[in-house]
Structure formats: structure tokens, C-alpha cells
Nanobody, 115 residues
Framework: QVQLVESGGGLVQAGGSLRLSCAAS????????MGWYRQAPGKQRELVAS???????NYADSVKGRFTISRDGAKNTVYLQMSSLEPEDTAVYYC?????????WGQGTQVTVSS
């Protein structure tokens, strides 16, 4: 069993910043990829950013230059630093962890950006 605990969501004004955290625990052998997805009302879940065990990052075009993903391997924790937030960033953000070939999801944390 693998558990993911997310934190850091909330309400922020446009132009503000938030930092999301996701800590993985349980039967973890080796985490291959950690990432964040988001789902806005009426839209499909989309990849926001991901980072491999080797530190290779990938970002959605809409967040490049504004969001930064990082990870602490010793703590099995992934972070998403979000800056210059826009109302369009409003969504439920989900942590995603890939261990071997299996994907695990967090419960989601709400991010609301007011204009």
C-alpha cells in the first residue's frame, strides 16, 4: 500500500503564489516519476508538471515559467511552487506517483485563484 498526502492548496488572488506538497509513504521500493495533475470543473484532468527520479522535469505549456516542480528523494516528497497565479489555474490539483509501472493518486487539493 502507498499513501499520498497532499497539502498547500487554498484561495489566493491573481498574481499570488502557493506551494503544494505531496508526501508518499508505505510500500515504496523506488519512485520513478512524481507529478501534479489538475482538473477544473467540466474539463479533463491534465498534466501540470512531472519530475523523474533523475531530476528531469516536464511542464504543461500553460505553466512554463510560472510553476516549478521539485522533489526530495529522502522524504519521498514532491513540491509544486506556483507563482503568478491566474484565475485559469483554478482547479483541484492531484499528486501522482509512479512506482514500477503502477500509478498512485492523492486525494486532491483545491486551488482557487480569484481575479
Amino acid at each position: 500500500q502507498v499513501q499520498l498526502v497532499e497539502s498547500g492548496g487554498g484561495l489566493v488572488q491573481a498574481g499570488g503564489s502557493l506551494r503544494l506538497s505531496c508526501a508518499a509513504s508505505g510500500s515504496i521500493f523506488r519512485i520513478n516519476v512524481m507529478g501534479w495533475y489538475r482538473q477544473a470543473p467540466g474539463k479533463q484532468r491534465e498534466l501540470v508538471a512531472s519530475i523523474t527520479s533523475g531530476g528531469v522535469t516536464n511542464y504543461a505549456d500553460s505553466v512554463k515559467g510560472r510553476f516549478t516542480i521539485s522533489r526530495d528523494g529522502a522524504k519521498n516528497t514532491v513540491y509544486l511552487q506556483m507563482s503568478s497565479l491566474e484565475p485559469e489555474d483554478t482547479a483541484v490539483y492531484y499528486c501522482n506517483v509512479i512506482i514500477s509501472t503502477y500509478a498512485y493518486w492523492g486525494q486532491g487539493t483545491q486551488v482557487t485563484v480569484s481575479s
